[in-house]
């Protein structure tokens, strides 16, 4: 049952260390390996390996955040049910992260944890990475990362952001007053101390 409710590539991606240095293009820019195929379910590779042996293929790329690896939330909804999973917003792309990132417990009273590390949460959701979700999943059968997983309801949700994006395109967003804003130039000059 666990093996259907958990893709069989992504216990791999949550193993697989990325950011290495390509063994065959090492010595070019952008060599890093930070991509995964999804259909080979191998090692990461980079750039250069992907435009020549994972051209066709589904592959999803592992961004780097307060290192720790995250991915793109409008890469992996593509693939995976992501709903109880807590997302967030990192130079301007919504993400998540791929595995747990416990913290030391705090004394604060926190309202939203995670329900495998404990790690607390910005909104009212069950895991923190992709990991958890997965740990989760293996302990309770209780949700899934199939596709089929999802409710009608979030269907809805994405029709009416669509009627609002197409609403959005017509009207073209209103440019920032320059005017109003006064920036302070060159270095502040102060007063003297006492005379």
């Known amino acids: 049952m666990q093996q259907q409710l958990v893709p069989p590539w992504l216990e791999n991606l949550l193993r697989t260390a990325f950011f290495s240095v390509c063994r065959t293009h090492g010595a070019a820019a952008r060599s890093e390996c930070n991509m995964f195929c999804l259909e080979c379910n191998g090692d990461a590779f980079c750039f250069y390996c992907r435009s020549s042996r994972h051209k066709d293929h589904q592959v999803i790329q592992i961004r780097r955040s ?24 990192i130079n301007s792309a919504r993400v998540l992260f791929i595995n747990e990132r416990p913290q030391p417990k705090s004394g604060k009273a926190v309202s939203h ?9 910005l909104d009212a959701l069950r895991f923190c990475s992709l990991g958890c979700k997965v740990v989760g999943i293996k302990r309770n059968g209780n ?35 320059t005017s109003s804003t006064r920036r302070r130039k060159g270095i502040p000059h102060r007063a003297p101390f006492g005379s």
């Open 113 to 121: 944890i995670c329900e495998i590390c404990g790690r607390s949460l």
């Open 66 to 89: 307060s290192y720790h690896d995250v991915v793109r939330v409008s890469e992996i909804e593509k693939v995976l049910n992501i709903n109880g999973v807590q997302t967030y917003v």
């Open 143 to 177: 949700t899934s990362f199939m596709l089929e997983e999802i409710s009608s309801s979030s269907t809805r949700i994405g029709e009416e952001e669509l009627r609002e994006g197409s609403q959005q395109d017509i009207y073209p967003p209103t440019p920032p007053s």
